[in-house]
């Protein structure tokens, strides 16, 4: 894979990581039956958030990389 290829694939994960994070804070931390069920829940989806940043640092990271090869 090129880094253009990269990128575009790091930039969907992050999208993914954002959606992950709030089905995993529905799923597990909106109704859960006790308090730290559900306190796990919603850290467990905040953790998966942050995910969202690192993958599009690394996307711009390998957009300017891509852009670097051409020229």
Same mark, same amino acid.
């Given at each position: 894979?090129? @880094? #253009?290829?990269?990128? @575009? !694939?790091?930039?969907? $994960?992050? /999208?993914?990581?954002?959606?992950?994070?709030? =089905?995993? %804070? $529905? +799923?597990?931390?909106?109704?859960? @039956?006790?308090?730290?069920?559900?306190?796990? *829940?919603? #850290? !467990?989806?905040? /953790?998966? *958030?942050? %995910?969202?940043?690192? !993958? /599009? =640092?690394? +996307?711009? #990271?390998?957009?300017?990389? $891509?852009?670097?090869?051409?020229?």
């Amino acid at each position: 894979m090129n @880094n #253009r290829s990269l990128s @575009n !694939f790091m930039n969907v $994960a992050g /999208f993914a990581s954002i959606i992950a994070s709030i =089905i995993i %804070w $529905a +799923a597990r931390g909106g109704q859960s @039956n006790t308090a730290e069920q559900k306190a796990h *829940g919603e #850290r !467990f989806g905040i /953790f998966v *958030g942050l %995910w969202a940043p690192t !993958f /599009f =640092i690394l +996307a711009n #990271r390998l957009e300017l990389a $891509a852009q670097d090869a051409e020229s």
